[in-house]
C-alpha cells in the first residue's frame, strides 16, 4: 500500500493532475491527514463507474482523440444554445419578420392585383366587342390593364405610407 501525492498519482495513471484533484473532491475518503493517496484505492475508485464528464485520459486526450459522446453532445448543445441566442437578439432588434404576417400582406396584395385586373376586363370587354381590328382591341385591352395597375400600385404606395391602416406614419 503505497501512499502517494496526487501529481504523483496522476502521473502513475496517466491523467492530468486537475483530473486527479476533481476526482478527489468526490472521494475525499481516499486523501489522508498528510494529503496522500493510496494508488491501489484510487485506481480501484476510478474503475467503478465514475461519472464520465470526471475521467480524462490525460493530456493524450487532448492531443486529437477521439472525442467523447458526452462532448459531441454538450458541442452540439452549446452550437443549438449561440444560435438560439443568436435568433433572440435579431427578433430583439427587429431584423425578423413574421412569417404569417408577411404571407398575409402577400396574400392580400395578389388578392388586389387579381381583383383589378378582372374588374378592367369587365369595363374594357363591352367596348372591345364593338371593334372589329385586332390590333385595336389589343391596344385597348393593354392600356386598360396598364391603367388598373399604375392604379394599384398608386394604393399601395398609399397604404405604405400610411402603415397600411390609414394612418400616416411618421
Known amino acids: 500500500m503505497s501512499r502517494l501525492r496526487p501529481a ?8 492530468h ?4 484533484s476533481r476526482q478527489l473532491r468526490l472521494w475525499p475518503h481516499l486523501l489522508d491527514e498528510a494529503g496522500t493517496v493510496d494508488l491501489d484505492e484510487y485506481l480501484a475508485a476510478r474503475a467503478s463507474g465514475l461519472d464520465p464528464a470526471l475521467q480524462t485520459r490525460g493530456p493524450a486526450a487532448a492531443q486529437g482523440s477521439e472525442p467523447s459522446e458526452l462532448v459531441r453532445e454538450r458541442t452540439r448543445k452549446m452550437a443549438a444554445e449561440a444560435e438560439l441566442a443568436e435568433l433572440d437578439l435579431a427578433a430583439r432588434r427587429g431584423e425578423l419578420i413574421n412569417r404569417e404576417a ?3 400582406a402577400v396574400e392580400d396584395a395578389f388578392r388586389r392585383l387579381r381583383n383589378r385586373i ?3 376586363a ?12 385586332e ?13 388598373a395597375l399604375a392604379a394599384l400600385h398608386v394604393e ?15
Open 102 to 104: 408577411a404571407a398575409r
Open 122 to 133: 369587365r369595363d374594357v370587354v363591352p367596348d372591345l366587342a364593338r371593334d372589329a381590328d
Open 8 to 15: 504523483e498519482i496522476a502521473r502513475r495513471a496517466g491523467v
Open 118 to 120: 378582372l374588374a378592367a
Open 17 to 20: 493532475r486537475s483530473t486527479v
Open 156 to 170: 399601395f404606395l398609399a397604404d405604405a405610407a400610411t402603415g397600411g391602416d390609414g394612418a400616416t406614419t411618421a
Open 135 to 147: 390590333r385595336n382591341m389589343a391596344r385597348r385591352l393593354v392600356g386598360a390593364l396598364g391603367d
